[in-house]
């Protein structure tokens, strides 16, 4: 069996002493020696991440971390790496387990956002690319198991402490903003005996990474249907017989961020014999997030096709515009408004992970019981007040070749503000997202002499999850005419990132008070049934799974064969309209389905250094949760449109190939090679279908079950020291290249569908490391082509993030045996985010830059 070396490499010191010196391997080298030691003896193709090597980048977020890995991408919120994407699809085919456990989130859908889990917590990440009958479906991309810290596993030093200020340079500018925030974490390992042992760590993480945003609002493309009273209307602006999209308007928002993450995290371990262990293992996450929000409306009014059911403000004397591939990417219009929206918004979210572990081991047999609890909830609330003015004219560009441009014919932060009386204040939320999954699993093995059948193993999981929504609302006006908001109450405050007029900036509790009194009191909103909704699944799996060895072809095969059987029952609850009016009705919907996944997988161990690998499966990924709520809303005016969940949705469906070549030439060298081909037979995606209710026919748009594609990619990794070459032997190399051809698409929009959310087709990591004696330094670039995302917690919000270039710097000095120093930058070059919409670059989505973020911080152990 291949077994790569782990802790030390051993060399000669003097060919005529003979004399050995053992030479300690730490620090980068031994996080990339280990993280080896698992891809090696592993029987699927899968990627891993010592914890060792999670502390070598600046990974606020474990996401940081896994997106340095093959094939894998991450998107960026708020700037931190948040969800992942691998080998060409999305997060919603991905998997999240921690200790091989599902677990429930924050999330409406069933996504992982990785920031939730303190890096300082996890001793390791394993990204699964291939299938085995005894892991949990779920993981068409991938599966991306979570480990945390074994006590009695661990070798090191009982006390570690870390702490260190944090720098964001995007918000510094902001007023009354300080961007400075820390890291700080403690971690006690207890080994009362050989056969006990205890882990305990704490984390606190306070992010204060502000930034500006430029949002576009999406566009008129239902410009061939009138708006009601305005007959002679069709879109076309030009004249050229073809309408001419417009957009809604535009937005800059001034983000000033306060985001507290603290989690702590429990585990024990006993081993009485070699026969048996009993692990207990508990994880709490709770983040809270502040921000103050500044944010300028641009165009609401007449950015769109129509100026109360005219052509007015296109048409007006004076007026120009610019169409290019039939959208209008810029325009000088008159009569513009410029709405300022103070607002505050909070949010709050709390994971809890529990899970008990016995497994007992005979001569042949061997069983293990797993019992498992998780809770996610999250509560959250966005408050605003608005006022309005209306320059003379206001040109604007937005096309994607150039920074958004907005003037206007006068400095609208020197008109007097005015609240409005109709629907000025806003007060979203409380918003209530509840998960809750509970999980059992029984696991028996037998050891077989059978020749080439080397074990049995065969088991069953069952687990119940329910998530449930609610959402509070309240729109209030000021009295008759409006309230003048005095000038005293603002801040002027010009955004250095995007070509546009000053906006202001304002104390919402101070605002909202004078424009509303008490209206905009939380207290005052009212449920949105159409926003309450509970989706409960029910899972039964069982498999069976061999797996074989022999000497007799290669050095050595080995593998498995398997399959699994899924069944899934849900039920969904939620309110409807069955036509235009106001009424809702409650509804509920069960469905169910079920899946035999077989798989495949052999290993060929060609040398002591070189293996193939093959590997075939069935693999499915359950529906989206909040996509099979039963709601549905309708519009009661022209066009009629509505918006519906999906309880009767299938699961993602695909049959997957894989081979790997993998060289391991050296210790912490490796060159592999590896593709893969997936057949995704059923793809979920958003799309408007014809509905009719009492003889009115809707457009509504739902989350539907359509034909996948096939994908294909190939995937390149190289990391070695520099031993070849002595004046570099302290130097080396962590790259990877993947490649994706993917005809998967998006439901829309329906002439020009996107790419399936998650394709890149070039994605590169190139890591130039340095490790001698105590100092280590790691310079790391990451580059992903353009892909379709999707922007928030709305499945039918896709848009195309831009090109992607990122370079960090990761330096440490061990200042003795006990301390260590270490300073981080993220994204050096200050690589901002761009998406656009609609498969068309000129249509801007969003423009964000989150800047440089610095971290200083010394560790201790002891």
Same mark, same amino acid.
Do not use: C
């Given at each position: 069996?291949?077994?790569?070396?782990?802790?030390?490499?051993?060399?000669?010191?003097?060919?005529?002493?003979?004399?050995?010196?053992?030479?300690?391997?730490?620090?980068?080298?031994?996080?990339?020696?280990?993280?080896?030691?698992?891809?090696?003896?592993?029987?699927?193709?899968?990627?891993?991440?010592?914890?060792?090597?999670?502390?070598?980048?600046?990974?606020?977020?474990?996401?940081?971390?896994?997106?340095?890995?093959?094939?894998?991408?991450?998107?960026?919120?708020?700037?931190?790496?948040?969800?992942?994407?691998?080998?060409?699809? /999305? !997060?919603?085919?991905?998997? @999240?387990?921690? #200790? %091989?456990?599902? +677990?429930?989130?924050?999330? *409406?859908?069933?996504?992982?956002?990785?920031?939730?889990?303190?890096?300082?917590?996890?001793?390791?990440?394993?990204?699964?690319?291939?299938?085995?009958?005894?892991?949990?479906?779920?993981?068409?991309?991938?599966?991306?198991?979570?480990?945390?810290?074994?006590?009695?596993?661990?070798?090191?030093?009982?006390?570690?402490?870390?702490?260190?200020?944090?720098?964001?340079?995007?918000?510094?500018?902001?007023?009354?903003?300080?961007?400075?925030?820390?890291?700080?974490?403690?971690?006690?390992?207890?080994?009362?005996?050989?056969?006990?042992?205890?882990?305990?760590?704490?984390?606190?993480?306070?992010?204060?990474?502000?930034?500006?945003?430029?949002?576009?609002?999406?566009?008129?493309?239902?410009?061939?249907?009138?708006?009601? /009273? !305005?007959?002679?209307?069709? @879109?076309?602006? #030009? %004249?050229?017989? +073809?309408?001419?999209?417009? *957009?809604?308007?535009?937005?800059?928002?001034?983000?000033?961020?306060?985001?507290?993450?603290?989690?702590?995290?429990?585990?024990?371990?006993?081993?009485?014999?070699?026969?048996?262990?009993?692990?207990?293992?508990?994880?709490?996450?709770?983040?809270?997030?502040?921000?103050?929000?500044?944010?300028?409306?641009?165009?609401?009014?007449?950015?769109?096709?129509?100026?109360?059911?005219?052509?007015?403000?296109?048409?007006?004397?004076?007026?120009?515009?610019?169409?290019?591939?039939?959208?209008?990417?810029?325009?000088?219009?008159?009569?513009?408004?410029?709405?300022?929206?103070?607002?505050?918004?909070?949010?709050?979210?709390?994971?809890?992970?529990?899970?008990?572990?016995?497994?007992?081991?005979?001569?042949?047999?061997?069983?293990?019981?797993?019992?498992?609890?998780?809770?996610?909830?999250?509560?959250?609330?966005?408050?605003?007040?608005?006022?309005?003015?209306?320059?003379?004219?206001?040109?604007?560009?937005?096309?994607?070749?150039?920074?958004?441009?907005?003037?206007?014919?006068?400095?609208?932060?020197?008109?007097?503000?005015?609240?409005?009386?109709?629907?000025?204040?806003?007060?979203?939320?409380?918003?209530?997202?509840?998960?809750?999954?509970?999980?059992?699993?029984?696991?028996?093995?037998?050891?077989?002499?059978?020749?080439?059948?080397?074990?049995?193993?065969?088991?069953?999981?069952?687990?119940?999850?329910?998530?449930?929504?609610?959402?509070?609302?309240?729109?209030?006006?000021?009295?008759?005419?409006?309230?003048?908001?005095?000038?005293?109450?603002?801040?002027?405050?010009?955004?250095?990132?995007?070509?546009?007029?000053?906006?202001?900036?304002?104390?919402?509790?101070?605002?909202?008070?004078?424009?509303?009194?008490?209206?905009?009191?939380?207290?005052?909103?009212?449920?949105?049934?159409?926003?309450?909704?509970?989706?409960?699944?029910?899972?039964?799996?069982?498999?069976?799974?061999?797996?074989?060895?022999?000497?007799?072809?290669?050095?050595?095969?080995?593998?498995?064969?398997?399959?699994?059987?899924?069944?899934?029952?849900?039920?969904?609850?939620?309110?409807?309209?069955?036509?235009?009016?106001?009424?809702?009705?409650?509804?509920?919907?069960?469905?169910?389905?079920?899946?035999?996944?077989?798989?495949?997988?052999?290993?060929?161990?060609?040398?002591?250094?070189?293996?193939?690998?093959?590997?075939?499966?069935?693999?499915?990924?359950?529906?989206?949760?909040?996509?099979?709520?039963?709601?549905?809303?309708?519009?009661?005016?022209?066009?009629?449109?509505?918006?519906?969940?999906?309880?009767?949705?299938?699961?993602?469906?695909?049959?997957?190939?894989?081979?790997?070549?993998?060289?391991?030439?050296?210790?912490?060298?490796?060159?592999?090679?590896?593709?893969?081909?997936?057949?995704?037979?059923?793809?979920?995606?958003?799309?408007?279908?014809?509905?009719?209710?009492?003889?009115?026919?809707?457009?509504?748009?739902?989350?539907?079950?359509?034909?996948?594609?096939?994908?294909?990619?190939?995937?390149?990794?190289?990391?070695?020291?520099?031993?070849?070459?002595?004046?570099?032997?302290?130097?080396?190399?962590?790259?990877?290249?993947?490649?994706?051809?993917?005809?998967?698409?998006?439901?829309?929009?329906?002439?020009?569908?996107?790419?399936?959310?998650?394709?890149?087709?070039?994605?590169?990591?190139?890591?130039?490391?340095?490790?001698?004696?105590?100092?280590?330094?790691?310079?790391?670039?990451?580059?992903?082509?353009?892909?379709?995302?999707?922007?928030?917690?709305?499945?039918?919000?896709?848009?195309?993030?831009?090109?992607?270039?990122?370079?960090?710097?990761?330096?440490?000095?061990?200042?003795?045996?006990?301390?260590?120093?270490?300073?981080?930058?993220?994204?050096?070059?200050?690589?901002?985010?761009?998406?656009?919409?609609?498969?068309?670059?000129?249509?801007?989505?969003?423009?964000?830059?989150?800047?440089?973020?610095?971290?200083?911080?010394?560790?201790?152990?002891?």
């Amino acid at each position: 069996m291949l077994l790569l070396s782990t802790a030390h490499a051993a060399e000669p010191q003097s060919s005529t002493t003979g004399v050995i010196e053992e030479i300690e391997v730490t620090g980068i080298r031994e996080s990339l020696r280990d993280a080896l030691s698992v891809k090696m003896n592993s029987d699927l193709v899968v990627d891993a991440i010592s914890s060792e090597d999670i502390g070598q980048l600046p990974d606020v977020t474990i996401a940081e971390s896994i997106n340095r890995l093959p094939g894998i991408n991450a998107t960026r919120d708020r700037g931190n790496d948040s969800q992942a994407v691998v080998r060409g699809l /999305g !997060a919603r085919l991905v998997l @999240g387990t921690i #200790n %091989g456990r599902e +677990v429930a989130s924050s999330e *409406p859908d069933r996504n992982v956002r990785w920031e939730i889990y303190p890096s300082e917590v996890v001793s390791g990440v394993k990204v699964y690319k291939t299938q085995s009958a005894d892991l949990i479906a779920g993981g068409v991309a991938a599966t991306i198991d979570i480990a945390t810290l074994q006590p009695l596993d661990y070798h090191g030093e009982e006390f570690v402490i870390r702490g260190g200020p944090v720098y964001y340079d995007a918000g510094a500018d902001i007023p009354d903003y300080d961007p400075w925030g820390y890291r700080a974490s403690g971690s006690f390992v207890y080994k009362a005996s050989e056969t006990f042992g205890l882990v305990v760590g704490l984390t606190a993480q306070q992010q204060k990474n502000g930034y500006p945003s430029f949002t576009g609002w999406g566009y008129n493309d239902s410009s061939a249907r009138p708006p009601e /009273g !305005a007959s002679d209307f069709t @879109g076309d602006l #030009n %004249g050229d017989g +073809v309408p001419d999209a417009t *957009p809604w308007g535009a937005q800059v928002s001034v983000n000033a961020i306060d985001q507290d993450r603290r989690g702590v995290s429990l585990g024990t371990q006993w081993r009485p014999s070699d026969h048996f262990e009993l692990r207990f293992d508990a994880l709490y996450s709770d983040v809270d997030i502040h921000e103050d929000q500044g944010q300028t409306v641009y165009g609401q009014n007449n950015w769109g096709n129509w100026d109360n059911g005219s052509w007015s403000a296109y048409n007006a004397a004076g007026a120009s515009y610019t169409i290019v591939d039939g959208t209008v990417v810029a325009a000088t219009l008159p009569f513009s408004s410029v709405t300022t929206v103070v607002s505050d918004y909070d949010e709050s979210k709390e994971l809890s992970v529990t899970g008990l572990n016995g497994r007992w081991t005979g001569d042949r047999w061997s069983v293990a019981g797993d019992i498992s609890y998780s809770k996610a909830e999250r509560e959250n609330i966005w408050a605003a007040v608005r006022t309005e003015v209306y320059p003379d004219w206001m040109t604007w560009d937005t096309r994607g070749s150039r920074l958004p441009t907005i003037t206007t014919s006068v400095d609208p932060t020197s008109l007097t503000q005015y609240a409005p009386d109709y629907r000025g204040g806003s007060v979203d939320g409380p918003e209530h997202l509840n998960d809750e999954l509970t999980a059992g699993a029984l696991d028996f093995s037998r050891t077989l002499d059978n020749g080439l059948l080397s074990s049995l193993h065969f088991g069953a999981r069952l687990s119940s999850r329910s998530k449930k929504h609610d959402r509070m609302e309240n729109y209030p006006g000021t009295v008759a005419g409006g309230v003048e908001i005095p000038a005293e109450l603002f801040r002027v405050y010009r955004v250095k990132s995007v070509n546009l007029p000053p906006v202001l900036l304002g104390d919402y509790d101070e605002i909202a008070r004078l424009a509303y009194g008490s209206a905009l009191n939380p207290s005052n909103a009212r449920e949105n049934l159409s926003q309450r909704w509970k989706v409960k699944e029910d899972v039964t799996e069982g498999y069976f799974k061999f797996n074989f060895q022999t000497q007799a072809i290669a050095q050595r095969m080995s593998g498995n064969i398997g399959v699994r059987l899924v069944d899934v029952q849900t039920t969904s609850d939620g309110f409807q309209q069955a036509t235009g009016a106001s009424s809702l009705a409650a509804v509920t919907v069960e469905h169910d389905y079920n899946d035999l996944l077989p798989s495949a997988n052999v290993n060929f161990n060609l040398t002591d250094t070189t293996l193939l690998r093959f590997g075939v499966a069935k693999v499915v990924a359950r529906p989206p949760l909040d996509e099979l709520r039963a709601s549905r809303t309708l519009t009661s005016w022209l066009p009629y449109t509505g918006n519906a969940g999906n309880p009767k949705l299938e699961p993602f469906k695909a049959t997957q190939f894989d081979a790997s070549y993998e060289w391991y030439f050296r210790d912490e060298a490796l060159l592999g090679f590896s593709a893969y081909y997936k057949d995704v037979s059923s793809y979920i995606g958003w799309r408007q279908d014809p509905q009719t209710y009492q003889g009115i026919t809707y457009a509504v748009a739902n989350p539907v079950n359509g034909k996948g594609g096939s994908i294909t990619g190939a995937e390149i990794t190289f990391q070695t020291p520099f031993f070849f070459w002595s004046a570099l032997e302290n130097f080396g190399v962590y790259s990877n290249y993947a490649y994706v051809d993917s005809d998967v698409e998006e439901f829309v929009p329906v002439t020009n569908p996107l790419t399936g959310a998650g394709f890149a087709a070039h994605t590169a990591v190139f890591d130039l490391w340095y490790s001698s004696g105590p100092l280590e330094a790691r310079l790391g670039f990451k580059y992903h082509s353009p892909f379709t995302v999707i922007y928030g917690w709305n499945g039918a919000e896709l848009q195309t993030l831009e090109d992607e270039s990122v370079l960090d710097l990761s330096t440490s000095y061990q200042l003795s045996s006990g301390i260590q120093l270490r300073f981080q930058v993220n994204n050096l070059t200050d690589e901002p985010l761009r998406m656009y919409r609609d498969n068309q670059r000129n249509r801007i989505g969003r423009y964000d830059e989150y800047g440089r973020r610095y971290l200083l911080d010394v560790t201790m152990k002891f």
